[in-house]
């Protein structure tokens, strides 16, 4: 997948070592009753989607440049 950059994100495929911000942000149960999927209940439930987002290829990770986290999927 193509890493694309603007002034303040990185838009760029999933790694493995975002797992803490995917579950830190799908954890909240506003966030995935807006994106048609449920919240995340445990890192499990994550790495499990992480591993998907990763063999799928076609989800971008949305990674603010000034410390690296993702915000967004």
Same mark, same amino acid.
């Given at each position: 997948m193509k890493t694309i950059e603007t002034e303040?994100?990185?838009?760029?495929?999933?790694?493995?070592d975002?797992?803490?911000d995917l579950y830190e942000y799908a954890k909240n149960p506003n966030v995935g009753s807006m994106q048609g999927w449920e919240h995340h209940s445990c890192k499990e439930v994550s790495l499990h989607a992480l591993?998907?987002?990763?063999?799928?290829?076609d !989800?971008?990770? /949305?990674?603010?440049?000034?410390? !690296?986290?993702? /915000?967004?999927?």
């Open positions: 303040r994100l990185i838009l760029q495929g999933w790694q493995l975002y797992l803490d591993k998907s987002y990763i063999e799928d290829n !989800r971008w990770a /949305i990674v603010l440049k000034k410390n !690296r986290k993702v /915000i967004g999927i």
